[in-house]
């Protein structure tokens, strides 16, 4: 029987880094379910769509296709109608557009499928908003993950300046507030722990620390 690590929380908390990382040393299939949100998001900006854009968005659903593979080092990479969008969609016009189609339910039963496929079939750990609380449910270990929003910008900061984009730390910590508040306050499957998820902060600590905390975690529940 397959087992299942559900680790939720806010942008910018590091989930996919460590998430990743830790099913790495376990052996597991690591599953990003933001950056399926992403995609969608990416998908509706090229089509010239905004978050009021709803009914347009759904009616592009049928048009597309987001699917996880893997590139020839292993890693998790997300496809749109075939093409590598991973180095596309975390810019914070697409973070924002990907918070808001996430508030779409057409677009949460397109992706919940695929997402719970992947579980019932693999060890897993996946990440996103809402995975201990809608999408896997039952799993074995529910961790919600969080940093303050002055860490969470600053790690983001450091990460797209690092890819060489222009960016301004003030304009991603107003980004990371305004996604705060509109995932957690969306009336579909909000953003908050489930009633017996492991609440883990990792503001001030380096990405090492992180990951062992969460692999500690872990191990003593598997």
Known sequence: MSIAIAIDGPAGAGKSTIARLAAK???????????????IGLAAFRRGLTAENKEQIIAMLPEIKVTLAFNDCQEQIVLLDGEDVSGLIRTPEISMMASAVSAIPEVRAYLLDLQRDMAHTNNVIMDGRDIGTVVLPDAKIKIFLSASPECRARRRYDELIEKGMDVKYEDILTDVIARDYADSHRDIAPLKPADDAINVDTSGEDLETSVNKLLGIMRERL
């Open 25 to 39: 040393e376990l052996g597991y299939i690591y599953v990003d379910t933001g950056a399926l949100y992403r995609t």
